[in-house]
């Protein structure tokens, strides 16, 4: 008897969907910034909205690129969004993740 593994496949875009919308429940974070890279980052699969991910078979690495509020402890708020994102990917897709990377690009002052 022959076995099959079934295989289940997240889109690129619900991953990065899914980074983005957990970092922006975090309160601090007012928004998500460009993808740094100029150029080349319109021809660099899985970027889109301030986030990048690296897919590996299960696991997953995520860069997001924020907006944080003037008003925000920015440490604490970057430390909740590699939690939120972290615990989203486990939670949602089952994925081991490899690593949650935060870079505040900017500062919201109103």
Do not use: K
């Given at each position: 008897m022959t076995q099959t593994r079934d295989r289940t496949v997240v889109a690129p875009a619900v991953l990065l969907t899914i980074a983005r919308?957990?970092?922006l429940a975090v309160e601090g974070?007012?928004?998500m910034?460009?993808?740094p890279g100029g150029v080349?980052?319109?021809f660099t699969r899985g970027t889109g909205d301030g986030v990048q991910?690296?897919?590996d078979d299960n696991s997953?690495?995520?860069k997001l690129?924020?907006?944080v509020s003037a008003m925000a402890d920015m440490k604490a708020v970057a430390r909740a969004v590699q939690a939120e994102v972290g615990r989203a990917y486990q939670d949602m897709?089952?994925?081991v993740v490899r690593g949650v990377s935060v870079s505040i690009e900017d500062v919201d002052y109103d």
């Open positions: 919308l957990s970092a974070v007012t928004g910034a460009a993808v080349n980052r319109h991910i690296e897919v997953i690495c995520a690129y924020l907006v897709v089952g994925m």
